[in-house]
């Protein structure tokens, strides 16, 4: 367990990739468990409902393995998802400790400063995301950084777009 803690600390350091994990849907099954508790984590922090945070965190993980599916068998590569998927949804995993620290100090009342701090740290997330994601879709794809990252981007818009509008409507 320990070994895949550094595995996903490394791959979103850009040491590691993802052809570098094992293909195993136990440890893909595993990666989801813990990416729908802390994704779930996070958005209870930043203030959300339990459940809402759960069935949001549930629809971003189900959203990322569809499209993912779909580009690799676009792609005709299929046989890479399941490494793909582990590698993204890690990499998220540890990201979204990460975001953790900052999404905590914005409780309402928080002082300018301090909000200020929260959203210089989770651009930065955000931008070290892409560049994660650009580097596995990268391998996994058989682009560029620069193609993978635009299409990590377009995703989080896409994603953003359906999942808000979702969110939105009920």
Known sequence: MQALVFFFFDLCLLRRAPQDL?????????????????????????GQPLFASALQGAAQVLLLLAALYLGLSLMRRPARFVQAATALLGAGVVLSVFALIPVGLLPDGSSA???????????ALFIWS???????????????????????VLYELFSLMLLGGLAGGS
């Open 22 to 46: 094992p293909g195993s849907d136990i440890v893909l099954a595993l990666v989801v468990g813990v990416s729908l508790i802390v994704s779930t984590a996070v958005a209870v922090v930043g």
């Open 113 to 123: 400063e301090t909000v200020s701090f929260a959203a210089l740290a989770l651009l």
């Open 130 to 152: 892409v560049v994660v994601s650009g580097h596995i879709l990268r391998h996994t794809l058989g682009v560029t950084l620069g193609q993978g990252a635009a299409i990590a």
